[in-house]
Every structure is written in structure tokens, then in C-alpha cells.
């Protein structure tokens, strides 16, 4: 366990100098990956110090890195907010904010960092299995108090801003069906991924604190060490790769100038489009570039999708593609043409993409449908 937590910690390291020195991408996004990763690597590296009994012979350093726990939750806000929404507030100085609870923690913990060595080893222990201080000094209640309020709010303060950051994701997820007609390689898929990873090591660190010693052993201890070291290679790797998605500030349809008899020649003219032109065979085809084909805003097009067909823009630009796929299928000299082919000629990008559209449309599979022609 100690060598992979050792290999898990120097592998974070080289991932965060890979992130910082990286010229593709979003280069502040990988920035605020690398810390992210560094600081995980510090964590890692403190547990594997704990492994080999290091703190038994310089009990003065335990806990040091402790207020690094308070900053993993503002870390994973600005790098999901940076990727969601790079116009957005993207420098950490200006929301400094975010890191005043690892201050607080910092006040909190220097009356525990004040103490003798010894006398930390012995209030850990003690602490760790849940007993409480003999010593009624007020120094000593300082400590016991300090470091529960800190424990306290460092798993109120990341559970708050897990549930915020899914929150945002899933909003962003629905956001970008309105402004793009191939969502595979821009899904956030990734970023999904992390939040559910993260989360995770959340809940076995919350159940860490109430059983320390399962069974006798330390065991979700050991289970969180072995997640963090799969997600610190998974970090450095997806994040490198994970392109930079956003979608623009849309304003408010209660907003609009749009009045009803205008929306409706706009979406006549749009149906005319859609047959005529068939823009929907342009595998990336996104709102702003039909927007421009039409000659009106892209927020005028999104609210005549919206309201007046009560679909996103996704599977606006699907359904015509699937229908374009049936007709294909139905077409005497298409017989023997592959699925896969029929998919792209109808202005797909993917297999998966296909078949999940088809299936939305018509309550089938492609292979399905064809059987019934």
C-alpha cells in the first residue's frame, strides 16, 4: 500500500509539471488542474509519511498539510467554471473569497500546531477513535474545539460545493443541446466523470470518520488512497485531452422582442431551410451558423425551436436527421448500403450519436427498423 501511495504521489507531481507546461487547450484550466493534482499529490504523500510510520519519530509535523483540504472544493469550482464558462470570473485573485475558509482553518488548527509532539500523537489517537480530551485546560479545549469545527466544516464546505458543481454540470449539459447538433466530444463527459469520482472519495471519507476501523483495519482509509492514486492518473491524462466547451449567456426568453406572428414566419421560414438546403447534413452544424444562413440572432432561432417546437436544438437538428436516415433505408438502392455509412450520409458523426437518436424517434434501432421496410 505504501509503494503505491508513494508511486500515486510522484506520478501527481510529473502530471501537475506536464498540465503547467502544456501550450494546447485552456491554459488557465490546466492550471487550476495542475494545483488541483499537486495538492492531491501532497495529500498522497502525507498518507504514505503516515505509512511508514514517519510521524512516530517528528510528531511535531502532523496535520501541517491538514488546511489543504479546504481548498480541493474552490480548486474543482473555478476549473469546472473555467471550462463551462471561460468568460466567466477566471482569475482566482478576484475571488478570494473562496479561501477564506482555509484561512479560518489555519486559525482554527494553531492551537493544535502550538502543542508538544508528543502530546499531538497522543490527542490524534485519541481523537481518531472518537474519545474526548481529559486535559480541562483551556488551551487543550481550544484544540478539541478547533479541530472539530474544522473537520466539521471541511466536510459541510466540499459536500456544498459538490452538489452545487453537479448542479451546473447537469444545467450546462442541457445548455449546450440548445447551441450544438453533435454533442459527443463536447460533452463534458470527463469533467462528469471527476465530480462522480470526487464525490465518491467523498462519501468514503465521510463514512472514514465514523468507522476508522472497519473490521479492525482501516480499511476505507486504504479504499480512498487506492481511488485518489486511480483518479490522479486519470486527471492528468482526461484533463489534458479535455477540450474547452462553452456555451454563450443566452438572455432570457421573457426578455425577447420577439413577438408571436414574427416567431411563427421565422419558423416557417426555418421548415423551409431545413427542406431546401438540408444545413442538417453538416455533421458540426451549431445554432449560430444556421442562425446566419436565416438571417436572424441565434437567440431569436433558439426561442423559435424552444417554445414554438418545444425541443433543443439538438434534437431539433437530429430529427431531421434521422428522417433523412429512414428515407435512406427505404430507398430500393440502398439495400445493402452499411448502417454506419447511412448514418454519416444522413449527417451523423457517430455510431452511438445515431443509435440513440434513431432509438429517441422512432422506439427502435436502426437494425430494427430496417427489418420492417
Known sequence: ??????????????????????????????????????????????????QIGFFESVPNL??????????????????VLRLTNPAGPGAVTKNYRHFLPALIGI??????????????SELT?????????????VHMMLVEYGVTVFMLGTIVQLGLYLLVLIKRLIRHSKSIKNEFSDIDKINLAWLRNLLLGLSFIYLLYLADQFFPDLMG???????????????????????????????????KYHRSG??????????????????TKKPYLQGDLVLPQLAQQLGISANYLSQVINEQLKVNFYDFINGYR????KRLMKNAGQKNINILKIAFDSGFNSKSAFY???????????TQYRKTL
Open 1 to 50: 500500500m505504501s509503494t503505491l501511495t508513494l508511486l500515486g504521489a510522484v506520478q501527481g507531481i510529473f502530471l501537475a509539471l506536464a498540465l503547467l507546461n502544456t501550450k494546447n487547450g485552456d491554459i488557465r484550466a490546466h492550471r487550476i488542474l495542475a494545483l488541483l493534482t499537486f495538492l492531491f499529490s501532497l495529500d498522497l504523500g502525507e498518507e504514505f509519511l503516515y
Open 62 to 79: 502532523l496535520h501541517v498539510l491538514a488546511p489543504i483540504d479546504l481548498l480541493y472544493g474552490p480548486l474543482i469550482y473555478f476549473y
Open 107 to 120: 486559525v482554527l488548527l494553531l492551537p493544535f500546531f502550538l502543542l508538544d509532539g508528543a502530546v499531538k
Open 125 to 137: 489517537e485519541t481523537l481518531r477513535k472518537g474519545g474526548t480530551v481529559d486535559n480541562a485546560s
Open 217 to 251: 483495519m482501516n480499511i476505507l482509509g486504504d479504499l480512498i488512497t487506492v481511488i485518489a492514486v486511480i483518479l490522479i492518473y486519470t486527471m492528468g491524462y482526461l484533463g489534458l485531452r479535455q477540450p474547452a466547451i462553452f456555451t454563450r449567456a443566452v438572455e
Open 258 to 275: 420577439l413577438d408571436k406572428e414574427t416567431s411563427r414566419m421565422f419558423l416557417g421560414e426555418l421548415a423551409s431551410h431545413m427542406e
Open 322 to 325: 434521422v428522417e433523412d436516415a
Open 356 to 366: 440513440t437518436a434513431f432509438k429517441k424517434v422512432t422506439s427502435m434501432t436502426p
